[in-house]
């Protein structure tokens, strides 16, 4: 093995407060992420220290990307439906009489 093998390797896993600094959140919501089962972890070590791969956490904030575009472009086509529907109701009558 190599030293950028090595390197590699052990950038593979974070720790949950590597984890929390890249999601700028604190260590607490970085764990409660994990506990929860919203951000998958392992535990490794006699200590059962958490652990966080480097791929699903990228793949976390993929999806919550996801998710922010999608709940985006939910509201603006209800938003845009509502107001469309008021205005076209009220010219309707208007322009009738």
Known sequence: MTDTDAGDA???FLTIADTAEI???SVNQ???LVRSGELPAIKVGG???WRIERAVLEAYIET???EARRSGLWNQAEFS???ELAFGDAYSRTSRS
Do not use: D, H, I, K
């Open 10 to 12: 052990l950038a593979r």
């Open 23 to 25: 999601l700028n959140v």
């Open 30 to 32: 970085a764990y409660a």
């Open 47 to 49: 200590r059962g220290q």
């Open 64 to 66: 919550r990307y996801e």
């Open 81 to 83: 439906n509502v107001t």
